[in-house]
C-alpha cells in the first residue's frame, strides 16, 4: 500500500519554464490537496479537491494550477516558474474535508533559478 | 477569523525529560484539532486528533495531548522524549463549518540532547 505518492522528489527550473507536479493515492480518499511548506511559515494551502471534479483556491493559489485527473490522481501545474516559487511542495489526501487527518507525500523540493 | 498560533518555535530537551509543546487556536466553534509530526525530508504524519469527547486523547509513539476549551488550547505531552522524537511539530484546526479551512500552526522544531 503506497498511501501517497508525488513526483518528481526534486526539480530545478529556470525562471519562466513550466512544469507539472504529480500526485497520486491508493486509499480511495474523496479529498486531495496540494501545499507548499516555506520555512517558518508552515504549511500553506494552494488548491484543495473535496471530491473528484471540483476544485477550490487555498491560502496561495496564484501562479499555480491544478487539475483532479481522477479520483487518484491530483496535479500541481506552474506555467511560468517563478523565484517566489522555490519551496517543498506536498501533496495530501484525506477521507473528507476539515474532520478528517491527512495523509502526505514524501514532498517535491523545487528549486527556480 | 480562524488561526493556529505555535508560540515556540525551537525546543530543546534532554533525552528521558517530559516534553509539552503549545498550541493555541482561535475559532468560533468547537474545532476538530490534530497534531502532525515531519522527520527530516519526510511528509507529515499524523500523531493524534480531536474531535470530541474525552479532553485528553492519546496518540502514537507516547504522545498525548489535551483540549483545554477555556484556554483555546491543545497542547502536545510526552512523559520520557526519545531521542527519535527530534522533528518538526504542527498543530492543526479543521474548521466544522462555513468556508472549508483546515490551517495549520508554523510548527516548532524539537531537537532532543542525549
Known amino acids: 500500500n503506497a498511501g501517497v505518492t508525488q513526483t518528481p522528489k526534486f526539480q530545478v527550473l529556470k525562471t519562466g519554464q513550466s512544469m507539472t507536479l504529480q500526485c497520486a493515492q491508493d486509499?480511495?480518499?474523496?479529498?486531495m490537496y496540494w501545499y507548499r511548506q516555506d520555512p517558518g511559515m508552515g504549511l500553506r494551502l494552494i488548491y484543495y479537491?473535496?471530491?473528484?471534479?471540483?476544485?477550490d483556491k487555498g491560502e496561495v493559489p496564484n501562479g499555480y494550477n491544478v487539475s483532479r485527473l481522477n479520483k487518484r490522481e491530483f496535479s500541481l501545474r506552474l506555467e511560468s516558474a517563478a523565484p517566489s516559487q522555490t519551496s517543498v511542495y506536498f501533496c495530501?489526501?484525506?477521507?473528507?474535508?476539515?474532520?478528517?487527518?491527512?495523509?502526505f507525500g514524501p514532498g517535491t523540493r523545487l528549486t527556480v533559478t | 477569523a480562524q488561526s493556529v498560533t505555535q508560540p515556540d518555535i525551537h525546543i530543546t530537551v534532554s533525552e528521558g525529560a517530559s516534553l509539552e509543546l503549545r498550541c493555541n487556536y482561535s475559532?468560533?466553534?468547537?474545532?476538530?484539532l490534530f497534531w502532525y509530526v515531519q522527520s527530516p525530508g519526510q511528509g507529515l504524519q499524523l500523531l493524534l486528533k480531536y474531535f470530541s469527547g474525552d479532553t485528553l486523547v492519546q496518540g502514537i509513539k507516547g504522545f498525548e495531548a489535551e483540549f483545554k476549551r477555556s484556554q483555546s488550547s491543545f497542547n502536545l505531552r510526552k512523559p520520557s522524549v526519545h531521542w527519535s522524537d527530534a522533528a518538526e511539530y504542527f498543530c492543526a484546526v479543521g474548521a466544522t463549518s462555513g468556508t472549508y479551512k483546515y490551517i495549520f500552526g508554523t510548527g516548532t522544531r524539537l531537537k532532543v540532547l542525549a
Open positions: 486509499m480511495n480518499h474523496n479529498s
Open positions: 495530501a489526501s484525506s477521507p473528507g474535508l476539515a474532520a478528517y487527518e491527512q495523509y
Open positions: 475559532y468560533g466553534a468547537t474545532p476538530y
Open positions: 479537491s473535496a471530491s473528484e471534479g471540483t476544485t
